[in-house]
């Protein structure tokens, strides 16, 4: 929800969820197969590559589905032009191809990151480290609006997943489970 800073309309809101959810569904299907983290990275940039590809340019791709040279051709194309004029332009933009796909890729690389330090590393702060940097350069480059409703709701969302994480973990000494470690 931060991108609504740095977005107009709503049309950029479900490739973005898209990226958060498909990312989220590789890193836990990888954890249950119990891949090791160079295979676990490899599925999840397969995966972020074939969202793009389906979303954004099916009709270069072979069969729909499997980026071509084509397909690398027109996210180059694409890129350069948003890169030419990021330095120029000011939020609001609109949610072109151009400027959905740096930001579904940073989710990506984020939810995979975040889910990787809940659910391999077991720690709670660091979980919140890759999706707050996303949250802080979309309020960095995002316009002067909804800044202190996306804050409290990123903030609640944070206090959440850190609370949950420290609640259903397998370590019994944190806070909120009642256990103190160190008493007799």
Not at 25 to 48: C, E, H, N
């Amino acid at each position: 929800l931060g991108f609504a800073r740095v977005f107009t309309g709503w049309g950029w809101f479900a490739p973005l969820a898209l990226a958060a959810g498909g990312s989220w569904l590789v890193a836990v299907t990888a954890r249950r197969l119990g891949l090791g983290m160079l295979l676990s990275a490899a599925a999840s940039m397969l995966g972020l590559v074939l969202l793009v590809t389906l979303t954004f340019y099916r009709d270069t791709a072979w069969a729909g589905l499997l980026p071509t040279w084509a397909t690398r051709d027109a996210l180059r194309l694409d890129l350069e032009a948003v890169w030419s004029q990021f330095s120029e332009v000011k939020a609001l933009v609109p949610g072109d191809v151009g400027w959905l796909v740096p930001a579904m890729a940073a989710i990506w690389i984020a939810v995979y990151l975040s889910d990787g330090f809940a659910f391999r590393a077991g720690v709670a702060l660091e979980t919140l480290l890759p999706l707050g940097l996303v949250f802080v350069f979309s309020s960095a480059v995002g316009a002067d609006r909804h800044r202190i409703v996306l804050t409290a709701l990123w903030i609640i969302t944070a206090l959440v997943v850190v609370a949950l994480q420290r609640t259903t973990g397998d370590d019994d000494t944190g806070w909120l489970t009642g256990s103190r470690s160190g008493v007799a």
